[in-house]
């Protein structure tokens, strides 16, 4: 079985500060991970995506993830956050590129 | 390409009304997703086409929710009758079936049963 487990649904920081938002993964074999951000009354947009490449993976606006298979974890970090980061932030994981499994999404709050 | 392409925006209907979700995939890709959003419940995957075909319906919830993709480029979502607890952001996606590569998804449906 496959899934994605995001540890907190909530997550605020300060404008400039960094952001580390949480995914743990579970799959039995080698996964495919992504993330996906989503802005208010918006569908969801790639930020970066894992297919077993590098284990450290940039993606748009600053954001980067890195792989770790000793930890099944695809956590998602910004150095600095900025204003325009606020929104919600999904992990997901495929095996076989047709079913994805989302978490349960982060709410970013970025404080001025 | 403009993208992954839902109608209407926003639906608002009353209970027992039959309601109909459009969505036109990003031209070339051959594997179709219907997603429903909740708070309580989340990102689930309702359907997912390959090559026109429906693969696995298992996230249906009801025999009141249908799908059908007569075409590469053109799906449709039913609900009939629709109820309050249907009220939801229905999303579609698409993508390359060959490849980890990643879903492209719409700007949703935001539906309303009163």
């Known amino acids: 079985a496959q899934s994605v487990t995001q540890l907190g649904s909530h997550v605020s920081v300060s404008e400039g500060a960094l952001v580390l938002l949480r995914c743990n993964y579970s799959s039995s074999v080698p996964p495919y991970l992504f993330w996906y951000v989503q802005y208010p009354n918006q569908g969801l947009q790639l930020l970066l995506k894992y297919t077993s490449a590098a284990t450290l993976v940039k993606g748009i606006n600053g954001f980067e993830a890195e792989f770790k298979k000793s930890e099944t974890s695809f956590h998602l970090t910004k150095p600095s956050a900025h204003m325009s980061d606020a929104a919600e932030y999904f992990c997901a994981v495929t095996r076989t590129g047709n079913q994805f499994y989302f978490g349960t999404g982060t709410s970013l709050t970025v404080i001025p | 390409d403009a993208g992954v392409i839902q109608s209407p925006r926003h639906e608002v209907t009353e209970m027992g009304q039959e309601v109909t979700l459009r969505c036109k995939p990003i031209?070339?890709?051959?594997?179709l997703f219907w997603y429903r959003q909740t708070m309580m419940r989340g990102l689930e995957l309702l359907i997912y086409f390959n090559n026109n075909v429906p693969i696995d319906d298992s996230g249906m919830p009801e025999d009141r929710f249908s799908a059908k993709m007569p075409n590469a480029s053109f799906s449709t979502l039913k609900i009939q009758p629709s109820e309050p607890r249907d009220s939801a952001v229905y999303f579609c996606?698409?993508?390359?079936?060959?490849?980890?590569?990643?879903?492209?998804f719409g700007q949703g449906t935001r539906l309303t049963v009163v």
């Open positions: 031209s070339g890709h051959n594997s």
């Open positions: 996606a698409s993508k390359f079936l060959l490849g980890h590569t990643e879903a492209f």
